[in-house]
C-alpha cells in the first residue's frame, strides 16, 4: 500500500536540548494507525512534524497528497462559523446571490450547487443534524466542536487524517459517533488516543516510547495480548537470568572452597619435606595456572550472567505495568455513607441542573454516576463531598469522603509531594509519609518533586497516596473524569490501585474500560431523571 507519508531517521528536541524522538522511522498509509505512549513522549509533536506545522531537527519527512490535523480542542475561535470551518461561505454567498437575483461576474459559471447537502450531511454525520451552516462555532459545547470540526475535515477528502486526542472531554454518545466517523473513514488516518474503544476500531497500533517507535498490527485488543506475551517472556528471562546468577555464583563458592582447599594441602606437603621443593614449586605453578584460568572463566560466567540479569530486569521494569497497594480503608459491609434525600440545585441564574435527586451508598459498594455532558454529573458529585450545598433537600454525610477530580485541586502545585503529604496529614511523622509514598512509586528523590512538575497520571497517584496515608482513611472516594488526560500506563496503574481498594467509590466517567476495570457494581444515569 503506498504512503501517503514517510518518516526517515526524523528526531527532535526541546528548546533545552532534551532528546524527545530520536531516529524515528515510520510510514502510514491508507490505513487507520492509533499512536499511544506516556503523556510527554512526543506524540504530538510528531503528529505537528507530520503536519508540517515544525520541521524535525534531523531526518525527512517525505508527503504524498494532502494531509489535515485536528488538534487537541482549546475552545472554538470567537465570530467564526460552520460554514467558515468547512471553507464553504465564500460558495453559500455565491448561491445566495443567485438565488437573488444579483450574481456577480463568474457566480453562474462556477456554483457547486452539492455543497450545502454535502456539508449538511457531513454535520448528520457528526451528530449535528440540527446544527445550521450559519451557527457560530463558539456557541457550541466542546464536544460539539470537536465533532464539527472533525466533520470539517473529512468533507474536504484530504488523504490523511491527523487527529489529537478527538474523544478527549467527549461524553459516550459523542464518543460513539467520533468512533463511527472513523470507522467510515476511507482514508488514512493516525489517531494520538488513550480511548481504548477508539483504539478499537484502529488497523494497526504505533507505540511511542524512549526507544523509539513500534508498530503492532492489529487493534487495541490484540496490541494488549502482545504485551501481555511479552511481558510473559521477559519475566520468562528474568527467572532464568535469576537461576543463572544464582548457579554462578554457587560455582565461585565451590571454586574458591576448592582452592582453599588445594592451598591448604600444598602447605602441609612442604611442611612434611616428603617431595623436592622443585617438584613441589611446579605443582604449585600448574596449580595456580589451573586455578587462574578457571577464575577467569568463572568471572566472564559471574559478568554475563550480571549483564544478561541486568538486560532482564530492565525488560520487565519496561513491560511490567507499575502496581500500588492501598492500605485498608475498613469500610463496614451495610454501612449508610451517604444519602442525598430529594436533592435539587439550581444556577445562580435559575437553571435547573437537578432536580428530586435521591441516593443511597451502603458499604464498599461501587457506583457509576452516567449521562450526557451538562446532566449534572459533576454537581452531584460536589453535593455528595460537601462542596456544595442543595437548593432544597438534604445531603447527609456518614464517613469521611474525599474527591479527585482531573485537576486534583486538592494539592498546591507550588510545593512538593512530600510537603502536600506533611500539609495535608499534619498529624504523620515524615518518616510514616515517605513510607505511604513509596508504596505509591515515589520513592526518595521522588518524594521531593513539586507537584507542578507531576504528569496527570502522577498527580492522581500522589494525590491517592495523600489521601490514604492519614490516620482516618476515606471510606468513599469520589472521582469526577479520572482518567481525562492520563495515558494509558498511568491510568493502568490508577485502575489497578482502585480496583484493590475496599472503601466505596463513586465515579462519574465516560471510559467503559476504565468502569468496568474498577468493578462498578451500580450505575445512575442522569439522563433517566431529566
Known amino acids: 500500500m503506498p504512503s501517503h507519508i514517510e518518516l526517515k531517521n526524523v528526531s527532535w528536541s526541546t528548546p533545552d536540548g532534551s532528546t524527545l524522538l530520536d531516529?524515528?522511522?515510520?510510514?502510514?498509509?491508507?490505513?487507520?494507525?492509533g499512536l499511544i505512549g506516556r503523556n510527554g513522549i512526543g506524540k504530538t509533536t510528531m503528529l505537528r512534524i507530520m503536519a508540517g506545522e515544525i520541521a524535525p531537527a534531523s531526518g525527512t519527512v517525505h508527503v504524498t497528497g494532502t494531509i489535515s490535523m485536528l488538534h487537541q480542542q482549546s475552545g472554538p475561535p470567537a465570530k467564526k462559523t460552520i460554514a467558515d470551518a468547512f471553507a464553504i461561505t465564500a460558495e453559500l454567498d455565491r448561491q445566495a446571490r443567485i438565488e437573488a437575483g444579483t450574481p456577480l461576474d463568474g457566480d453562474l459559471d462556477n456554483v457547486d450547487w452539492t455543497v450545502e447537502p454535502r456539508a449538511m450531511a457531513a454535520l448528520a454525520d457528526a451528530g449535528l443534524s440540527d446544527i445550521a451552516l450559519d451557527r457560530q462555532l463558539d456557541t457550541l459545547s466542546g464536544g460539539q466542536a470537536t465533532r464539527a470540526d472533525l466533520a470539517a475535515l473529512m468533507f474536504a477528502e484530504p488523504d490523511l487524517l491527523l487527529l489529537d486526542e478527538p474523544t478527549n472531554n467527549l461524553d459516550k454518545d459523542g464518543r460513539a459517533i467520533v468512533a463511527d466517523m472513523l470507522s467510515a473513514w476511507k482514508g488514512g488516518a493516525v489517531?494520538?488516543?488513550?480511548?481504548?474503544?477508539?483504539?478499537?476500531?484502529?488497523?494497526?497500533?504505533?507505540?511511542?516510547?524512549?526507544?523509539?517507535?513500534?508498530?503492532?498490527?492489529?487493534?487495541?485488543?490484540?496490541?494488549?495480548?502482545?504485551?501481555?506475551?511479552?511481558?510473559?517472556?521477559?519475566?520468562?528471562?528474568?527467572?532464568?537470568a535469576e537461576r543463572t546468577m544464582s548457579q554462578v555464583k554457587r560455582d565461585l563458592q565451590k571454586a574458591a572452597e576448592r582452592k582453599a582447599r588445594s592451598d591448604s594441602k600444598g602447605r602441609k606437603s612442604r611442611i612434611?619435606?616428603?617431595?623436592?621443593?622443585?617438584?613441589?614449586?611446579?605443582?604449585?605453578?600448574?596449580?595456580?595456572?589451573?586455578?587462574?584460568?578457571?577464575?577467569?572463566?568463572?568471572?566472564?560466567?559471574?559478568?554475563?550472567?550480571?549483564?544478561?540479569?541486568?538486560?532482564?530486569?530492565?525488560?520487565?521494569?519496561?513491560?511490567?505495568?507499575?502496581?500500588?497497594t492501598l492500605p485498608p480503608s475498613n469500610t463496614?459491609?451495610?454501612?449508610?455513607?451517604?444519602?442525598?434525600?430529594?436533592?435539587?440545585?439550581?444556577?445562580?441564574?435559575?437553571?435547573?441542573?437537578?432536580?428530586?435527586?435521591?441516593?443511597?451508598?451502603?458499604?464498599?459498594?461501587?457506583?457509576?454516576?452516567?449521562g450526557p455532558n451538562g446532566a449534572g454529573k459533576s454537581t452531584l458529585l460536589r453535593l455528595v463531598t460537601g462542596d456544595l450545598e442543595p437548593d432544597r433537600g438534604a445531603v447527609r454525610q456518614g464517613c469521611r469522603i474525599v474527591m479527585l477530580d482531573q485537576n486534583v485541586a486538592l494539592l498546591d502545585p507550588s510545593l512538593?509531594?512530600?510537603?502536600?503529604?506533611?500539609?495535608?496529614n499534619p498529624d504523620q511523622p515524615e518518616n510514616t509519609a515517605r513510607a505511604?509514598?513509596?508504596?505509591?512509586?515515589?520513592?526518595?528523590?521522588?518524594?521531593?518533586?513539586?507537584?507542578?512538575?507531576?504528569?496527570?497520571?502522577?498527580?492522581?497517584r500522589a494525590a491517592l497516596a495523600i489521601v490514604l496515608g492519614s490516620h482516618e482513611a476515606p471510606q468513599l472516594i469520589v472521582l469526577d473524569e479520572p482518567t481525562n488526560h492520563l495515558d494509558l500506563d498511568s491510568?493502568?496503574?490508577?485502575?489497578?490501585?482502585?480496583?484493590?481498594?475496599?472503601?466505596?467509590?463513586l465515579v462519574a466517567s465516560h471510559d467503559e474500560d476504565f468502569l468496568s476495570a474498577i468493578r462498578i457494581e451500580r450505575r445512575i444515569d442522569l439522563s433517566e431523571s431529566r
Not at 491510568?491 to 480496583?499: D, G, K, N, R, S
Request: glycine share 8%; with cysteine.
Open 332 to 370: 463496614p459491609s451495610g454501612k449508610r455513607l451517604v444519602a442525598l434525600e430529594d436533592v435539587c440545585w439550581n444556577t445562580p441564574d435559575g437553571k435547573a441542573v437537578l432536580s428530586d435527586v435521591s441516593l443511597t451508598l451502603v458499604g464498599p459498594e461501587r457506583v457509576a454516576v452516567t
Open 491 to 505: 491510568i493502568a496503574v490508577i485502575e489497578a490501585a482502585l480496583a484493590d481498594f475496599d472503601g466505596a467509590l
Open 191 to 240: 489517531v494520538v488516543s488513550h480511548d481504548r474503544e477508539l483504539l478499537r476500531r484502529m488497523d494497526r497500533i504505533v507505540e511511542l516510547s524512549g526507544l523509539g517507535a513500534r508498530v503492532y498490527g492489529g487493534n487495541w485488543d490484540l496490541y494488549a495480548e502482545r504485551k501481555a506475551e511479552e511481558r510473559d517472556a521477559a519475566e520468562h528471562r528474568l527467572a532464568v
Open 272 to 324: 612434611g619435606g616428603g617431595q623436592p621443593k622443585m617438584f613441589l614449586d611446579f605443582k604449585k605453578e600448574n596449580s595456580e595456572q589451573s586455578m587462574n584460568r578457571g577464575t577467569t572463566m568463572a568471572n566472564r560466567k559471574r559478568e554475563e550472567a550480571s549483564l544478561a540479569l541486568k538486560e532482564a530486569r530492565e525488560d520487565v521494569e519496561t513491560l511490567r505495568a507499575l502496581s500500588v
Open 416 to 424: 512538593s509531594i512530600l510537603e502536600n503529604f506533611r500539609q495535608i
Open 436 to 460: 505511604m509514598l513509596a508504596r505509591f512509586l515515589f520513592r526518595n528523590e521522588a518524594a521531593l518533586k513539586t507537584v507542578a512538575a507531576l504528569s496527570g497520571g502522577e498527580r492522581l
Open 23 to 33: 531516529t524515528i522511522n515510520l510510514a502510514f498509509g491508507a490505513e487507520r494507525t
